[in-house]
């Protein structure tokens, strides 16, 4: 997860900005840079590997100049090179970036027609020349940047740097968290609170679509109408060893925000987009030579696993196997040659998931982890390393982690089915396409996030909530009854939907809540007749679905809620935040510890 430092001083800053990134190294980078104003030019020092090589390159040319601008990064077009670390830079502008610019090759090619000349591989490029050539024009930042932010579509934070405008930083941010730090004559950005922690307490956190005009005495904050609002300083109380809150009631609430651009920040790590296809981090290995799948995980990452399962066999045509991970050992499992053992773990410490892993390796599997840290055993002890970039996860309810394992489970899928034979590059590209959009989708599916809360109290009254759906939608359904159960302690079963008819539906009655999640498609009219066999037995039901499916079967619903239509592909990416939310204002609306639920720990290191 990148991290921004920027700081309009006194007094040179380079090396403030550098300890602003060491306080940001917990979301993991893999280059990293600087940019200052002094003498009439923009400079920059950039470093691939971890910040001590950026910490040499300032020190044997040390880079002056009392505002400036700094950035950690995950490498993606084009791998962790000097030229694709930020900041990215033209004779004018100067600019960091966290997150992901959906339309960069449409942009990037207008630019090119122009006769604009890029360095690097990064999408965040774009933004340095599209701001610039407003520059150039004539145009004050303000305004270059007022031009310019409706044309990026995707999820991003940004800040930027003038040559001609050594007393001003502009920052921006949509789907990524963005703060504004006020000192003695000094004004900070930064990704967190933590990043500035050193330079000041006063903080303020920019909301949604947000972006700042910041000099020395002042920040001046407007809306995504560009409209002149207040954000409210607080003291953030935060120190090297906190993560805060930002201006989220609790750190769950936090994380379900964060997923667009983490998950965004996951994709980077596995799609070229320049060339359309979906990569691994991984060293050469034959994915062709694999003749069954095994994916082991526990909780939340079972949910993902079992999402996987349909995505595998339907892409690649590969038979999977999908266990529990304490159960796995016990049942004495066949496992042939030449098989992948997949893992899926946020800690990668999970011990009945580890076990199951050990097991597998001796019985001569390949071993790909999924896991969120990538200095975890699990990742040390597989063979192929898949990392989720979702950075520190603190409630103990998994929320982003989820959707990075959907984003990097869904890459794997494509690539297995490419090295099978069972991929085009035309159905390559779409598959780049969907996923690409998926950020997007989830900042688009938080937007309903005022209608579940408004809609929470209808659910946070049952002692019992029962979840349906069909296909990837199912897993979905677990996954929701597991979140309500887990913070709000109110007991939920998660079915396919077809199978009430098979026992379930003895349990309706209109004090059940039935929550069916549909999104519209080949399964929806098969999922609303199991809704209204519900229905006509009294249950009270909460439909999911996107426009067309609440227009065509929200009528006599308890609720809707009306998410973005997307792709199928992407779906369980999408549908994971409203029934996070929801769990969410559950348990809110019940006051229970919705960060750390009884009876529950984050990583489960004990079998």
């Known amino acids: 997860m990148c991290g921004i430092v920027g700081i309009l001083g006194k007094e040179d800053v380079a090396e403030r900005l550098l300890d602003g990134l060491r306080r940001l190294e917990y979301r993991g980078y893999d280059s990293a840079g600087v940019a200052t104003v002094h003498d009439g030019v923009i400079d920059r020092r950039r470093a691939s590997g971890k910040l001590v090589n950026l910490a040499r390159e300032l020190a044997a040319n040390p880079l002056p100049g009392t505002v400036g601008i700094a950035h950690t990064r995950w490498a993606t077009h084009g791998g962790p090179t000097t030229n694709n670390a930020h900041p990215h830079a033209t004779d004018h502008v100067a600019v960091v970036h966290n997150g992901i610019i959906e339309n960069f090759k449409s942009l990037r090619e207008e630019l090119i027609a122009r006769g604009r000349v890029f360095t690097s591989e990064t999408d965040t490029e774009v933004v340095a020349h599209l701001v610039s050539e407003k520059v ?100 953030s109380g935060v120190t090297g060893a906190l993560i805060d809150k930002g201006n989220h009631r609790h750190f769950m609430q936090k994380e379900i925000y964060e997923q667009p651009i983490v998950v965004a920040q996951t994709l980077r790590a596995y799609l070229q987009r320049m060339e ?6 991984i060293p050469d290995y034959d994915l062709s030579s694999i003749k069954r799948v095994t994916i082991v995980a526990c909780g939340t990452s079972f949910y993902a696993g ?55 390796r001796s019985e001569g599997q390949t071993i790909a982890a999924v896991v969120n840290v990538p200095t975890s055993t699990m990742a040390r002890e597989a063979d192929l390393l898949l990392p989720t970039h979702a950075g520190p996860e603190i409630g103990v309810a998994s929320t982003k982690a989820f959707t990075c394992q959907l984003a990097v489970l869904a890459a794997l899928a494509a690539n297995l089915a490419r090295a099978k034979g069972r991929l085009t590059p035309a159905d390559e590209k779409a598959i780049v396409k969907h996923l690409a959009q998926a950020p997007a989708a989830l900042n688009a599916a938080l937007a309903y996030d005022e209608a579940i809360e408004a809609m929470a109290g209808a659910v946070a009254g049952a002692r019992d909530v029962l979840y349906l759906g069909r296909g990837t939608d199912y897993p979905l359904a677990l996954e929701g009854a597991l979140k309500l159960k887990e913070i709000s302690y109110i007991h ?3 079915y396919a939907a077809g199978e009430m008819k098979h026992g379930p539906i003895a349990l309706i009655d209109e004090n059940v809540p039935v929550i069916v999640i549909a999104p519209s498609g080949p399964l929806f009219d098969k999922t609303v007749s199991n809704m209204q066999e519900v229905q006509a037995r009294g249950g009270k039901v909460v439909l999911i679905s996107d426009y067309d499916g609440v227009e065509a079967a929200g009528e006599g619903c308890l609720a809707t809620i009306t998410m973005p239509k997307v792709h199928p592909l992407i779906a369980p990416l999408v549908y994971a935040v409203p029934v996070q939310l929801l769990a969410y204002h559950v348990a809110v609306a019940k006051g229970t510890d919705v960060d750390q639920p009884r009876n529950l720990a984050k990583s489960v290191t004990v079998e």
């Not at 359309?276 to 981090?281: F, I, K």
């Not at 004495?332 to 050990?358: C, F, K, N, W, Y």
Request: proline share 6%; with cysteine; hydrophobic share 45%.
């Open 136 to 235: 150039e024009a004539g145009l004050a930042p303000a305004e270059a940047v007022r031009e310019i932010l409706p044309r990026l579509h995707g999820a991003f934070a940004l800040a930027i740097l003038f040559r001609d405008y050594p007393d001003m930083l502009i920052g921006a941010r949509l789907g990524s968290p963005l703060v504004v730090g006020y000192g003695d004559g000094e004004t900070y950005l930064g990704s967190d609170a933590l990043a500035l922690a050193p330079l000041t307490q006063r903080i303020a956190y920019l909301e949604e679509g947000d972006w700042v005009i910041c000099t020395r005495d002042s920040a001046e904050v407007f809306d995504r109408d560009n409209t002149p609002v207040e954000r409210a300083v607080t003291i």
């Open 306 to 360: 079992m999402v996987a399962k349909y995505w595998f066999e339907q892409f690649a045509r590969v038979p999977v196997d999908l266990d529990v991970a304490s159960e796995f050992r016990y049942r004495t499992p066949v496992m042939e040659p030449g098989g992948l053992m997949i893992v899926i773990s946020q800690s990668g410490e999970t011990a009945d998931t580890l076990a199951a892993l050990r097991h597998a």
């Open 492 to 494: 939920a079963e998660g």
């Open 276 to 281: 359309d296809r979906v990569t691994l981090p």
